[in-house]
């Protein structure tokens, strides 16, 4: 089994951490070497860019760009889509590029394959969202372990107290 990561997949950012040698949860820094990685996608030509630079060339080429995908989860191709490259992006899919963005950058920390992730979500999320979630984690490779609300992982985090 890899190694199991959270991930707050946030609506403008987002961060993925670990439990580390010690036993205590750390931030992962992304490949940019920065806590935080913008869930903004760029697609030009055929190449998917996801993060500062998508970020950062969003008032450059907004036609390119995918922001704020997040507040689309649980809405079908017909209700939400964006077409890149004569190809039809769910908000799933779109989220999943996120997803995988993220794991790639904690392989590349950890240097060990990352398997399952638990994502929080807000406790707004009704069942379509939270499957929304689970099934961009899938596409990006990820064995969803949990979906679980924000507010629960903060009562989890403010609980944990290391033994010893």
Known sequence: MGKVIGIDFGTTFSVIA???EHGQP?????????????SVIMFEDNLVTVGK????SARAVPEQIVEFVKREMGKSKVEFFRAFNQKD???????ALVLRKLKQDAETY????VTDAVITV????HDAEREATRNAGKIAGLN???VMNEPTAAALAYGYRPVG
């Open 18 to 20: 670990h439990v580390n």
């Open 26 to 38: 750390e931030i992962i820094p992304n490949l940019e070497s920065e806590r935080i990685t913008p």
């Open 110 to 113: 950890l240097n060990e394959e």
């Open 89 to 95: 992006y769910s908000p799933e899919e779109l989220s």
């Open 53 to 56: 630079i998508a970020k950062q």
């Open 122 to 125: 807000p406790a707004y999320f």
């Open 144 to 146: 969803v372990l949990q």
